[in-house]
T-cell receptor
């Protein structure tokens, strides 16, 4: 079992819809959770981070964390074709003060 | 200010050749990380520096991989006797001390033939 699991996709949604991206992690002691967006051939770009259970909103993006279920998700409202990219979930473990453990990413395709 | 920069952006090496990849972190960023990203996968941690000290090199896949950051700024990742399985994108990231957010450079795409 990988430490951070994501469905590889592609997840295809129509423009204007809500895209829901999911991530599960195995280490119950994980402390911090990050969502990065990566366009093809480009480097990862931080979208959001979340530390506490519940929701955190930033513009069209909402991160949701449920530590009991070891589950973190990213919702993208009013999806745009420019949101088409791979979304990487990353976790900082309790025993690490620095390195991130990444999932394999979910490819999102927003259809015009 | 400028973001993280890496050079070269692309490198083609013959199997057995040594390569050196350079990373210039964001000015003032104490922490520097190297990750390896294979095609279709997420980045995998290689090594971590805090200033010039290499605090974790547990992710380096073999003793052919070596990283340094002698003056606490620019870092070099060296791969000796490259193998085809070393083909990947090598990403450098930096962050401020005590801050978890890491900012990535554009990466070096290494192809070993």
């Amino acid at each position: 079992q990988k430490e951070v699991e994501q469905n590889s996709g592609p997840l295809s949604v129509p423009e204007g819809a809500i895209a829901s991206l999911n991530c599960t992690y195995s280490d119950r002691g994980s402390q911090s959770f990050f969502w990065y967006r990566q366009y093809s051939g480009k480097s990862p770009e931080l979208i959001m981070f979340i530390y506490s259970n519940g929701d955190k909103e930033d513009g069209r993006f909402t991160a949701q964390l449920n530590k009991a279920s070891q589950y973190v998700s990213l919702l993208i409202r009013d999806s745009q074709p420019s949101d088409s990219a791979t979304y990487l979930c990353a976790v900082k473990k309790e025993d690490s003060s620095y390195k991130l453990i990444f999932g394999s990413g979910t490819r999102l395709l927003v259809r015009p | 200010g400028a973001g993280v920069s890496q050079s070269p952006r692309y490198k083609v090496a013959k199997r057995g050749q040594d390569v050196a990849l350079r990373c210039d972190p964001i000015s003032g960023h104490v922490s520097l990380f190297w990750y390896q990203q294979a095609l279709g996968q997420g980045p995998e941690f290689l090594t971590y520096f805090q200033n010039e000290a290499q605090l974790d090199k547990s992710g380096l896949p073999s003793d052919r991989f070596f990283a340094e950051r002698p003056e606490g700024s620019v870092s070099t990742l060296k791969i000796q006797r490259t193998q085809q399985e070393d083909s990947a994108v090598y990403l450098c990231a930096s962050s401020l001390a005590g801050v978890e957010t890491q900012y990535f450079g554009p990466g070096t795409r290494l192809l070993v033939l």
